[in-house]
């Protein structure tokens, strides 16, 4: 398509828009669908709650010194559970507001005096990306089994990413590490029938969550059960099944990678710090660059698709930000974007000096000034970025497309906008031309379009036009990268969504791929905000129940609790009954297969006529 | 990562352009130099989703290629780290065929070891003679042989250990084959397994590998025994001789297996196309008609009873038209009550029938009419 052709088309989008809802207007409102799987109506545009936001503004936190006395006392038996439920151990109130050009957030303790600390550098910036907040999802409904932990509990929202923690086990011995990894004194490890009960407990009240679950650790892989975690996730009809691990299995032994992808593993979530061995210095084995690329190599060789995940530490690693996501767009075939999360200073970074925090403290702010910086303003903190949460908009036009018959609600992440931010860009794998989608689709504006199509709430056919017309009329070819066409754009969004537009099938890979670059900024016990806690949408799944993130790794500190009253052994007893792992620390290089195997090693075809390859191998 | 569904009026013509991504299985098609390579050139790369069906209560049990090769992995370093076993050392497996029986006989040679069968039917005094001259270091044993082998409490030299192809422990020092796979599932590390591997790999091609107590030579003890090199070889030719297609699904009937059989399998888990079913004993006919093989490893008894039953049963109603014709000439299934009875008592697909014992002629003769028969696997 020319560039007058894709004008045309886009003022003849612009103009049936208008025309469909002048139509629009004079008819009212047709009521919200009500799911079976949501407790409610589907909430329109108007109806959505959000959480205070703007500043100065106050809101309850933690005193950083009396949680760790309490979650102590807690686990010495000291203090019953019950408190940590039914009390309000460590509260204070904290004041979020802008002073000397940035954002902070102040606290007092009356025992333990003032504590002080940086939200963001640009208060424009948060300032835009809280205005790009649609609103909070339902209220969760018939999950009181799931839902008790007092103050820590989560109130909104469906959730996006159920995590486990399959095991604390770790192959590595990382700093930072919030979950203090191999250092604990005690193995917690979930059995397979545990595992099971989690995953069927998570869909068993409202809102009816499509989620992605999410493996964690500890290292994942190391759990005997991953495998078979992995088939049981897919099973019951998770939306995808994804890890958080270093990668370690996957470049040492490619046959798990093959063997995970059939047990339904779709998506590595992987551990990746810097584009040089140096950069990951940091993880204490001096060729952990080289591991990171087999992994990667043998996963996508097996099909799992890969996010590198990236703690950015201040004055450690914030150097690796440009030059990773130029490596990711540089390996675009392989990497499906990129998750940038500032430090969060907890399991053994816990005890860390107030300097030290002052110096490696790292916010979403900082990730969008440095790629603005590295990228020569290609990246605009203030046009590209959006906060996780705007991805609502798109869930509920899918919800109400799906209809009332509907067993699962879409995936929607609708955390507060605080917790991360994203860009997504389009990549060409072969030129190495890129953009951000915000350069030329005005996405906010299709955000709003989208918006009065579900508060308008019509029939299928009316609603898939309006989105089509939507989009025409949004996407200016005048400003996408050359190259890049309205059917480029399509042809991405498939893949993306797993050919969802194309009834589960993906065309070839084509030359342009789309990049999510997201920032995902966890609490800890100087920055905990409460308000963030209760819309919380990537829980973890305990025997305890869900807990939100923060809530788990530091808050009030629900992991040590939770692994204290579940631990299976002692490290001591574990490594006797069972074996020890191999554990690779101490800046010492790990051995590294130098070559893959063939998939057949001897030469000679035997009853060639049925044997023979047909398939085109993998 | 939203579903867009909304978007599929849009996405409709690039969908003409569009290809399936399904994960397939690989055909092998080529033989390495032993059984050890065999076993790791076939659950490298492969995803079917059943290697393995057997009968679990009511339902069927699919082993996929993953789940098989970590339960053999997970058998064999629990057999190497916890039970001492090492190359040459002899694994002995008392039991029916089940599929455990499989995984721990992978496991015994993939680590050099020389897996040992022997009938559980035997007498007890000759099933104890038999374990006694071999002298295995582990016995895998089922519920029927525990109950000759005083539940596991027997002694015999160099052995150190016994497994129960049960769910509950017959006594406290015998583990359960479950609670070996559990145990190994944390020994299962890269390091380790691909340690096995490599050792697997690297294992001569002369070495023992399968040995066979031979139960029909009465008062005495006598053994069969192939090493890998044979064992591919024979492999090799069970594979032109009953070459597989994608799909194929193999029923097998079996109480304790033979020599052969044993092989048959191997050969059947390491082409990459077969599900191999393991039938159960008194439900065979409603089994084929449920699983409809393409092959069939049954005994005579097994195979008499079906054409038995085929040939009482009343003529088709309507005689065969040209449809029905085509679609045989063309070996598609379509409706199997057009199909000749004797097939359709066997599922209605079977291409060709092995059977496990002498085949009494006339039998052969009307199961020739609708598959090919092979020579018995004895």
Not at chain 1, 271 to 290: E, K, M, P, Y
Not at chain 1, 594 to 607: C, H, I
Not at chain 2, 132 to 142: D, H, K, L, N, Y
Not at chain 2, 256 to 274: E, W
């Amino acid at each position: 398509m020319n560039d007058l052709v894709a004008a045309t088309v886009k003022e003849l989008a612009n103009a049936g828009w208008h025309t469909v809802q002048t139509v629009n207007g004079l008819v009212p409102e047709n009521a919200s669908l009500q799911p079976g799987w949501a407790p409610g109506p589907l909430i329109k545009s108007r109806e959505r709650t959000k959480p205070p936001l703007g500043w100065p503004r106050e809101t309850d936190s933690l005193c950083p010194r009396c949680v760790v006395d309490t979650r102590n006392a807690i686990i010495s038996g000291e203090r019953d559970l019950a408190d940590l439920v039914q009390g309000h151990n460590g509260e204070i109130k904290a004041t979020i507001l802008e002073e000397n050009g940035r954002v902070i957030v102040r606290k007092t303790c009356p025992e333990h005096g003032t504590f002080e600390d940086l939200l963001s550098i640009d208060p424009e910036f948060s300032r835009v990306i809280e205005a790009r907040y649609p609103g909070r999802d339902f209220r969760t409904a018939g999950d009181e089994r799931i839902h008790r932990h007092g103050t820590s509990t989560i109130r909104y929202g469906r959730g996006a990413v159920l995590t486990i923690d399959l095991t604390n086990r770790c192959n590595m011995m990382c700093n930072p590490c919030f979950m203090d990894a191999n250092q604990v004194g005690y193995v917690h490890e979930l059995t397979l029938d545990e595992i099971k009960q989690i995953l069927d407990d998570s869909i068993s009240f409202k809102p009816r969550r499509q989620m992605s679950v999410q493996y964690s650790g500890g290292e994942p892989t190391m759990s005997p059960h991953f495998l078979e975690a992995c088939r049981y996730a897919k099973d019951l009809g998770y939306y995808s099944v994804q890890a958080a691990t270093n990668g370690l299995r996957f470049a040492l032994e490619p046959e798990f990678a093959y063997q995970a992808k059939e047990a339904g593993f779709d998506i590595a979530y992987f551990q990746f710090d810097g584009v040089t061995n140096d950069a990951n210095r940091h993880r204490h084995i001096s060729n952990l660059f080289d591991a990171k690329l087999m992994a990667i190599k043998n996963m996508r060789a097996a099909g799992i698709e890969i996010v590198p995940v990236t703690t950015v530490v201040n004055t450690v690693n914030d150097s690796q930000v440009g030059p990773l996501l130029q490596f990711i767009i540089d390996n675009c075939d392989d990497l499906g974007g990129i998750s940038f999360q500032p430090v969060s200073f907890t399991g053994r970074d816990e005890g860390i000096t107030d300097a030290d925090r002052h110096r490696q403290r790292y916010t979403i702010s900082h990730l969008a000034h440095e790629l603005h910086r590295y990228f020569d303003g290609k990246v605009d903190p203030y046009r590209d970025w959006y906060p996780l949460g705007a991805v609502g908009g798109f869930t509920t036009v899918v919800d109400h497309l799906r209809g009332a018959e509907a067993k699962f609600g879409g995936l929607a992440c609708s955390c507060h906008p605080n917790c991360g931010s994203s860009v997504f860009i389009v990549a060409n794998r072969r030129n190495g031309t890129w953009a951000p989608v915000t350069q030329f689709f005005d996405v906010q504006a299709f955000l709003n379009d989208l918006a009065v199509i579900a508060d308008s709430a019509r029939g299928r056919t009316l609603s898939l036009v309006q989105i089509a017309l939507g989009m025409l009329r949004h996407f200016d070819q005048r400003k996408a990268p050359p190259g890049f066409t309205l059917t480029e754009f399509l042809k991405i969004l498939n893949r993306k969504t797993n050919g969802a537009l194309m009834a589960g099938r993906k065309p070839p890979p084509q030359d342009w791929k789309m990049l999510w670059v997201g920032g995902m900024w966890f609490q800890d016990l100087w920055t905990y905000d409460f308000r963030r806690t209760e819309m919380c949408v990537i829980p973890y799944a305990t025997q305890e129940g869900e807990i939100s993130f923060c809530a788990y790794n530091t808050g009030v500190g629900w992991r040590q609790v939770v692994e204290n009253m579940h631990m299976v052994a002692n490290t001591k007893d574990w490594f006797q009954r069972r074996g020890r792992h191999k554990i690779y620390a101490g800046d010492r290089p790990m051995d590294l297969p130098s070559r893959s195997l063939p998939v057949v090693s001897a030469p000679e075809p035997v009853g060639a006529g049925a044997h023979a390859c047909g398939c085109g191998g993998h | 990562m939203v579903h867009l569904e909304w978007l599929l009026a849009l996405g409709y013509i690039d969908s003409l352009f569009a290809e399936r991504t399904a994960v397939t299985s690989r055909p092998l098609g080529t033989l390495p130099e032993t059984l050890a390579q065999l076993y790791l050139q076939a659950m490298r790369h492969h995803a079917r989703e059943a290697v393995l069906l057997w009968r679990d209560g009511d339902q069927w049990a699919p082993v996929p290629d993953w789940r098989f090769d970590r339960q053999v992995i997970r058998i064999a370093l629990y057999l190497k780290e916890r039970a001492g076993v090492k190359p040459e050392d002899r694994v002995a497996i008392v039991s029916e065929l089940r599929q455990e029986w499989l995984a721990a006989e992978w496991a015994a040679i993939g680590l050099g070891a020389v897996s040992v069968a022997v009938d559980p039917d035997l007498a007890p005094a000759r099933l104890t003679g038999a374990l006694v001259e071999a002298g295995p270091r582990v016995v895998f044993a089922s519920e029927t042989a525990l109950s000759k082998l005083d539940n596991g409490t027997m002694s015999l030299p160099g052995l150190t250990e016994m497994i129960a192809f049960t769910t509950q422990r017959p006594t406290d020092s015998v583990r359960t084959i479950a609670e070996i796979v559990e145990l190994g599932g944390t020994l299962d590390t890269a390091e380790r397994a691909q340690a096995f591997r490599a050792y697997a790999r690297s294992i001569p091609a002369d070495q023992p590998a399968l040995s066979q107590h031979d139960a029909s030579i009465e008062g005495r003890v006598a053994w069969q025994e192939v090493s890998h090199g044979q064992g591919v070889e024979r492999v090799g030719q069970w594979w032109k001789l009953r070459p597989a297609q994608e799909g194929d699904r193999t029923y097998v009937l079996a109480g304790s297996p033979s020599l052969a059989l044993r092989l048959a399998l191997h050969a059947c888990v390491a082409d990459g196309y077969t599900m191999t079913v393991l039938g159960g004993t008194g439900r065979a006919q409603a089994e084929l008609r449920e699983i409809g093989p393409q092959r069939i490893v049954a005994p005579p008894a097994m195979l008499e009873d079906a054409v038995h039953d085929a040939e009482q049963q009343p003529p088709p109603m309507k005689p065969e038209g040209w449809r029905e014709r085509a679609n045989r000439a063309l070996g598609r299934g379509g409706d199997t009550s057009s199909k000749h009875p004797i097939s359709t008592a066997l599922g209605g697909r079977v291409r060709a029938i092995d059977p496990l014992g002498p085949l009494d002629p006339l039998l052969a003769e009307r199961l020739r009419r609708v598959a090919s028969v092979g020579r018995e696997i004895i």
